[in-house]
């Protein structure tokens, strides 16, 4: 799990073609990008890789197009607002292969970058097609991935790639997400705590069965919680539960009793007859939910408790919202345990927010300086607290 991979610091680069997958895949509209954080992320390798004078190409996907040029996916607005946070101008390649991309790669100085367009135009990238993962590598002289969120695939660009194209390494934020992610889950300063939510518990499964032997004790909110309240023949009305996983619910709070583990359940709920805010809302107690109702977010009394079960950890870990944290009226307790997680970092603990929706509530919080971590990656970082090897990080040189 320790981060035991060649990184951009080890390549001679100067004057040297270098690929580099990177995770521009953002949030556009109307032809500007409207959340820039992926790029950003991105910005400490690309800048060391321009200091030395390497010769910079890069490449992204960006949302799902159906195997073929889309103009709603193009990375032109990337390439804007990329010149705008370098300072430098950002040439622009057609296509990700072929004349169009190589043309464009010949012409690139020292010290220059190039964005090719959308690998996913090509439905060869998620193929992992070798022809197109060699059309990719005839590109570059040498490889970097810095492309955390996509690490979990085995597409051409992540993967295949490296077959053709050595050295191939990792980048500064792909380096960063392991150690914080690695070191979280390795050798934890205790207490070590995990904060689970979501809405389903099928989706959480192999992360919670991955965590238990390790944290010292496990938070879990957002809808999941209901299937191990109605798991203990608690009502929970039309609360969101997915039936046939009670038995799995079961035997995880057997497996955290026979662990001697604390697994902490919400007490009280926000109860609504509508998920999306257009009815009223009241906090009661989870097992006092009326046939018409559903739970809809932690209530206060849970809040309290976590915010108790957090104040002397020294190792956290937060993946999932505790409700419908996307309407407002549910919001209270995704942001009470960002703004409680947000007060550790302060007395020495390490806190590790992984999954965009996590991610999106700390942000929206404005609390994003006071987490040790945020990770870049939603699924990845999903399968790598569940323990999986990523084949974007298997497939790099060891150092």
């Not at 981060?3 to 080890?10: G, L, R």
């Not at 380096?175 to 939510?197: H, T, W």
């Amino acid at each position: 799990m320790s981060f035991a991979k060649k990184t951009v610091q080890h390549l001679d680069c100067a004057g040297r073609r270098v690929l580099v997958r990177v995770d521009f895949n953002v949030p556009v509209a109307n032809g500007e990008v409207t959340d820039d954080t992926r790029i950003v992320a991105a910005l400490p390798t690309v800048r060391y890789l321009l200091q030395k004078h390497a010769r910079v190409i890069l490449c992204s996907h960006l949302g799902r197009p159906k195997g073929g040029p889309d103009a709603k996916y193009s990375l032109k607005p990337v390439r804007e607002r990329l010149s705008r946070l370098l300072r430098q101008d950002v040439a622009w390649a057609d296509d990700c292969v072929g004349p169009a991309a190589e043309a464009a790669v010949m012409a690139l100085g020292d010290g220059q970058v190039l964005l090719l367009e959308n690998l996913r135009f090509h439905a060869e990238e998620e193929q992992n097609n070798a022809a197109f993962a060699q059309a990719l590598a005839r590109i570059g002289e040498c490889y970097v991935n810095d492309a955390f969120g996509t690490a979990h695939r085995a597409h051409a660009s992540t993967e295949g790639v490296t077959h053709y194209l050595k050295p191939a390494v990792a980048g500064l934020l792909m380096k960063n997400e392991l150690d914080y992610m690695g070191a979280a889950l390795e050798s934890p300063k205790r207490p070590f705590v995990a904060v689970l939510g979501g809405s389903k518990i099928s989706g959480k499964i192999d992360v919670i069965t991955a965590l238990l032997p390790k944290v010292d004790r496990l938070l879990i909110g957002g809808a999941m919680m209901f299937t191990f309240l109605k798991a203990q023949g608690i009502p929970v009305g039309r609360s969101l539960v997915e039936d046939d996983r009670l038995d799995v619910a079961r035997d995880v709070m057997a497996q955290a009793a026979a662990l001697g583990k604390e697994l902490v359940l919400p007490s009280d709920c926000l109860a609504s007859t509508a998920p999306d805010g257009s009815a009223a809302a009241s906090a009661k107690p989870v097992e006092q939910l009326l046939a018409g109702e559903m739970g809809v977010d932690i209530g206060p009394e849970s809040l309290a408790l976590f915010a108790s079960k957090l104040r002397d950890a020294k190792t956290v870990v937060w993946n999932g919202p505790m409700g419908i944290f996307e309407v407002p009226a549910f919001a209270a307790g995704t942001m009470g345990v960002a703004k409680a997680m947000s007060e550790l970092k302060a007395h020495g603990a390490v806190t590790v927010v992984g999954g965009g929706d996590s991610v999106a509530a700390v942000q929206q919080s404005g609390l994003a300086e006071r987490f040790s971590h945020l990770s870049t990656g939603g699924g990845a970082s999903l399968e790598f607290l569940e323990g999986k090897v990523l084949p974007g990080v298997a497939a790099l040189e060891d150092a």
